[in-house]
């Protein structure tokens, strides 16, 4: 390894050492080789901030369930991981309920406002305003993640909500240490961030500097909105002092989520979307959930070819996985939106006839043109900075979360006197058909803005279930990418045997129809490479990661998490480490 990369990995380990430290000064750190996943005898929790997935990891030695652990993840990474961590956001939890062998999806997705319209972004020649739909205040939907927490907490919680809270709360009013990670993209992003005042000053020193590694980042009124919701549960969010401070600053900027758009937001309990796969049972996101439906739409398809025998990086294999996600990636664009406001055909997409019937489209020797790929008619009978996490408890309790303000920082605005950002997801609605959102993603009618909607969303957590008991949970960030992310972890594991570490490190690919493009991580052979560009494909190889893949699973009386390398800072804990140190 480069003596550059080693020295920047070292850091970025350090310094979340630090933070981690700030919880338990005396809590045991052990980092995971690269190769092999941390292994744990009483759970596991993996974070794309590996402080967070502490303060879970904690949670679950102090007797709390995965519910609970995941929750108190959840409102650390709101400290930790501002870009994507929230609770100014959505997002969907997956959760494994091992007493009664129950799967339940929460969807806790932002909702349009109640004054939301169809056309809200078009200019008066009729064009998409894309300013107005990802940088201003008009940009920001319904937030859903206080709620959805509370509604899973009320479920199957089981220790005190208000204990939950406690370490995001101290992580906020005490500050955490800023990693190597978090600077960087604070100082990537301070020319966005600054255009607003108060996430200018929430961000970045008195003096108009950046934070370096090292320094102490310290969120005052952050904190307090976590204590109103502590102490109140979601009336302390969508009520009360904290909903007068956003609707103030959504007077400020001419932004529609008013007093009534917050007293009007619930989650939803869905049915899971679930399928199978050689022989192992796959549960994951419903509608509006997009990702869920075609990862199992792709399965269905990939199970009729001999994936193992091709090779995990083989010109066949990624030949293959390019054809079958441009398949799904043409279906999104025109059957899925919020099932409470349109009939998408799950059962339809999901099934093994029609896994069978676009499989038998594909030519192995030769790429597909995607103008030649339309949608599927259904029988007449018939945005890059998300976070996810998964957790593993003793009981097999599984939670598989992913939550987003969708683009890095959401729209770059921060509610003053609330310490959080704003998201933008109302861009991930279909602002005039035909026309890509910020990810590339072309919508239909099905995905439509009108109030009270969700938008529609990549985000897929997925649950793998062996001989009926939960095997591994896994997800990503990573905007459009994070559906074929999730569909190559699920491949590298089942079809190429691989343990959860190099199934996260594999190098990836990644195509969506359009713009028509096999896009390639470093990593692939040159001669991989030129056998998939003289099979037709527009090869695009990228600098940039895809995803960043948090994952626990249980086989063989061990639980083990891996937490993807692509970004600094996240990590696997086991409650083991605590319960050693209160031993």
Not at 207 to 214: E, L, M, N, R
Not at 439 to 454: P, S
């Amino acid at each position: 390894m480069p003596k550059r990369i080693l020295l920047t990995l070292l850091l970025a380990l350090a310094f979340q050492t630090a933070a981690y430290a700030q919880l338990d000064q005396n809590a045991v750190i052990r980092y995971s080789d690269l190769q092999h996943p941390v292994p744990g005898r009483s759970g596991m929790v993996a974070a794309q901030n590996r402080a967070s997935a502490a303060v879970g990891a904690k949670i679950l030695a102090d007797g709390g369930n995965a519910v609970d652990a995941a929750i108190a993840t959840g409102f650390s990474l709101a400290v930790t991981l501002p870009r994507a961590g929230n609770i100014g956001g959505g997002g969907f939890m997956l959760i494994h309920d091992a007493a009664n062998d129950e799967n339940i999806a929460i969807d806790y997705r932002e909702m349009a406002p109640q004054k939301a319209t169809r056309d809200m972004y078009l200019d008066e020649n009729g064009d998409v305003d894309t300013n107005r739909s990802r940088f201003s205040h008009l940009a920001a939907g319904v937030p859903g993640t206080v709620s959805g927490f509370y509604a899973a907490h009320q479920k199957f919680g089981r220790l005190p909500w208000k204990q939950l809270l406690q370490p995001a709360i101290a992580q906020a009013r005490d500050g955490i240490i800023v990693s190597y990670d978090l600077a960087g993209f604070l100082g990537a992003r301070q020319s966005h961030l600054c255009r607003n005042e108060a996430a200018c000053a929430y961000y970045y020193k008195a003096d108009g500097t950046a934070y370096q590694p090292g320094d102490l980042l310290v969120q005052s009124d952050l904190a307090k909105s976590l204590e109103r919701i502590a102490e109140n549960g979601p009336d302390g969010f969508y009520k009360g002092d904290t909903a007068d401070l956003i609707v103030a600053e959504m007077q400020r900027g001419g932004g529609l989520v008013d007093a009534a758009s917050l007293a009007a937001y619930v989650p939803s309990i869905r049915e899971v979307a679930a399928g199978s796969y050689r022989g192992y049972d796959i549960v994951t996101m419903p509608p509006p959930s997009s990702g869920g439906v075609h990862v199992l739409q792709m399965l269905n398809i990939l199970e009729h070819f001999p994936v193992t025998e091709m090779g995990s990086g083989s010109a066949d294999s990624i030949h293959l996985l390019a054809e079958v996600m441009r398949l799904a990636f043409a279906d999104r664009s025109k059957h899925l939106g919020d099932p409470d406001h349109y009939d998408v055909p799950v059962e339809w997409l999901t099934s093994k006839d029609y896994g069978k019937q676009l499989a038998s489209t594909i030519d192995m020797h030769k790429a597909r043109n995607s103008n030649d790929v339309l949608p599927g008619v259904e029988p007449l009978f018939e945005s890059e900075d998300t976070s996810h996490y998964s957790v593993m408890d003793k009981d097999r309790n599984v939670v598989s979360n992913t939550f987003t303000l969708n683009f890095s920082f959401g729209s770059g605005i921060a509610v003053a006197g609330a310490g959080f950002l704003l998201n933008n997801e109302m861009d991930d609605f279909a602002a005039k058909p035909g026309v890509m959102n910020a990810f590339g993603l072309l919508g239909g009618e099905a995905n439509a803005i009108a109030a009270g909607k969700r938008p529609l969303s990549s985000m897929t957590p997925v649950i793998v279930f062996a001989d009926g008991e939960p095997w591994f949970a896994t997800g990503s960030p990573g905007g459009s990418r994070i559906i074929t992310v999730v569909l190559q972890m699920i491949v590298n594991v089942i079809d190429h045997g691989m343990n959860l570490a190099e199934a996260a490190n594999a190098p990836r690919m990644h195509h969506q129809w359009y713009p028509d493009e096999l896009v390639l991580e470093p990593g692939f052979s040159p001669d991989t490479v030129r056998l998939l560009q003289q099979r037709g494909h527009t090869v695009v190889q990228s600098q940039n990661s895809s995803g960043s893949t948090q994952s626990v699973e249980y086989r063989d009386g061990v639980f083990r998490g891996a937490s993807d390398t692509r970004r600094p800072g996240a990590g696997s804990v086991a409650p083991d480490e605590f319960i050693a140190h209160e031993e």
